[in-house]
């Protein structure tokens, strides 16, 4: 069986829970006094989708203004995106659309992306409803000509994260057997040309 390694890029506003996310996948852990990160943090998560092995490198990149200048080199390669926000905070909704245009003017092409609205378990002081997410991941798929689903989770309480990944998992894995048979299609194309 072959293996298919994806890098995935965890990015939004400082303390949306990224890193809260990407220990909860990697590790399995929840860790409430967790220090913000500085540039970006790196994990690994092995999954089988659709009967494929895949290893996701998961690089968890730091929200804080001031470490901008360092997302550039991180989104360079990446295979697919997390754009999360975080429920209590309506600012934080409408910064993905910063976060996005970062990502699409890094990259070379579009990337299977998810809208995650994060910390749903904090219901009683939340600022962002889940209609709010739905319509944004509508507008971005618009936008981008692309399906982007809209998921909430926590990472406390792991509600969906788990489901998250495993559909970015099957985006990319998708992707990837499309470029496949683009690349198929063009040698066979290639071949009947030159003979």
Known sequence: MKKNIFKVVVIGDGAVGKSSITIRTCYGKFDRAYIS??????GTKPYTIEGQEITMQIWDTAGQERFRFLQSAYYRGA???????????MESL????????DLMNN???SIPMILVGNK??????RAVPASDGDTLADTLSEQYNRVIPFYETSA???????EVFLKLGSMMLEERLFEVEKAVEWKERAKSDWW
């Open 37 to 42: 990160t500085i540039g970006v943090e790196f």
């Open 79 to 89: 295979h697919g995106a997390l754009l999360v926000y975080d429920v209590t905070r």
């Open 94 to 101: 409408k910064k993905i659309s910063v976060w996005i245009d």
């Open 107 to 109: 990259i070379d092409q």
């Open 120 to 125: 749903c378990d904090l219901d009683i002081v």
């Open 156 to 162: 406390k309480t792991n509600q969906n994260v788990e």
